[in-house]
């Protein structure tokens, strides 16, 4: 018995090796390949052992490598996942809150909002696209802010609710009496309780503009390009400086990786946002 | 009141809009710089006859229902691996959402250097044991391997945690009855985790499967809808005909609606079941 209990836990051991493995290898291919000096990018069998030249990420970040403006539109990237935190943040919080304050008409309320998060971006690029136009916002990092912020809503009321559930009614039904309206109870008493939950919110949609690509792809040009958009660039070019890709690559992900950091479990409760409570 | 104000405002502008718009369009011929004209339902009966939307259709159905399955057939292994007590599985546990944040552009860029068929270290890991070498995309007989596995790689620790954390809220007391009874670690797999996973596994099932029918990113950056076009999923047949390459707004447009109706039905079923009882003050 002992020694088969063992065995079953050196196989599980020896699993959970290969998921870390094969989680970890590929990003960590994508740092050597950052590191490696162009002559030896092409060897095979490739190459884990080289003197490591940061001259990848010089050319991106100080030279515009392709002709192309890397910092401006790492800030793009940033102005856009802010101000389009903000919108979901200011529009959504009340609405989870008043979902779950009445909850007699949740049922629609959730349908109606949960049902953007099913919907593939790719459908409303076309009209976007002219109405945008019409608004003189194309190419703006406010309109493309506008609609990450549209992404952004069901995720944040859906983790919004999931805090404001989790905090008894006397406390709100209390708020009320004191004569304040639902808007004053909720700024006043409601939102310094669920702060763990606004930063949760605030970083997942932070996170999703940040790796949108279809409609940063269709709404922006120069001006508001954003790191998904312009890492596509790279790759469309006859030769492709793999090094350069591969710098371009970890300058976009070290954020994400910063938000997940913070994130955790909300991660999966986010995402799960329509099925799972 | 009108806490809800701002949202239902916001979502009439930004979504019932452009998509009351998008069915405008879809009744016309627009497509750039030609003048538009009202056809009624002309895209439409070109859509529905052209065999190349089919086969859209199908592979972005086949490859989200593929995707989806063994994203929770793995995650369910995975989860059981994580649900064991030590510093191995704690440590697993916290990198393992690494690829889940990570920009999906910059994924499928990844992956593209790992499956080069010149350099990359996959076909070199697999000519240790004795396969390959593979073309991966540029293959049709490995095309779609390439892009599940990719999907897998980013999208597997989604299911995962959900099941653990599934495994995690499970009721001990059955599990103490059936050890007094005797029953072994297969037996109380199969007659009590799996039935009180299931309703779980279903949501993560259906979750993966409707964000999985909006897959653009790694076809975009890796196959461009090829070869020829055998990966060419809605999302990109939309952005190709609509805009990309022929700039047919009108006949996008259509593409699109008839892609909301789709992906909006199953959305509305899937919601439908799992939103039963309302959230509300503990």
Sequence with gaps: MPSRRLAASAAANAGLVGVLVWTLFPIFWLLLMSLKPASEAFAFPPKFIFAPTFDAYYQVLFRQAEGVKWVAYWFNSMKVATLSTSIALLIGVPAAYGLVRFPARQRLGLFAILSVRFMPPIVVVIPLLFIMRALKLSDTVLGLSLIHAVFALPFVVWIMIAFFAAIPRDLGEAALVDGAGEWAALGRVMLPIVRPGLVAAALFSALLSWNEFPVALVLTGEAAKTIPVAATTLIAQRTIHWDRVAATGMIAIVPTVIFAAFLQRHLVRGLSAGAVK | ?282
């Design chain 2, 1 to 282: 009141m009108g806490l809800a104000l701002p949202i239902n405002v916001y979502l009439a502008a930004w979504t019932l809009a452009p998509l009351l718009y998008l069915l405008y369009l879809s009744l016309t011929n627009w497509k750039v710089p030609n003048p538009r004209r009202f056809i009624w339902f002309g895209n439409y009966i070109e859509a529905l006859g052209d065999p190349l939307f089919r086969h859209s259709v199908r592979v972005t159905f086949s490859y989200a229902f593929g995707v989806a399955a063994l994203e929770v057939a793995i995650g369910l292994f995975v989860a059981l691996l994580l649900h064991r007590r030590g510093w191995l599985s704690t440590v697993t546990r916290s990198l393992f959402v690494v690829p889940m944040v990570l920009t999906p552009v910059v994924t499928a860029m990844m992956w593209r250097a790992l499956l080069n068929p010149s350099f990359g270290p996959m076909n070199w890991v697999l000519g240790l044991v004795g396969f390959g070498p593979y073309e991966w995309h540029a293959s049709p007989d490995t095309v779609w391997a390439s892009l599940v596995m990719i999907d897998v790689w980013q999208w597997l620790p989604f299911p995962t945690l959900l099941i653990l954390s599934g495994l995690m809220s499970l009721p001990d007391e059955p599990y103490e009855a059936s050890q007094v009874d005797g029953a072994s670690w297969s037996q109380q797999l199969r007659h009590l985790t799996l039935p009180m996973l299931r309703p779980i596994m279903v949501a993560a099932f259906f979750l993966r499967f409707l964000d999985a029918l909006k897959v653009f990113d790694t076809v975009f950056v890796l196959t461009r809808g090829g070869p020829g076009t055998m990966t060419e999923v809605l999302s990109f047949h939309i952005y190709r005909f609509g805009l990309g390459e022929f700039f047919r707004l009108g006949y996008g447009s259509a593409l699109s609606v008839l892609v909301v109706l789709m992906t909006g039905v199953l959305a509305f079923t899937v919601l439908r079941s799992l939103l039963k009882e309302p959230i509300t003050h503990a």
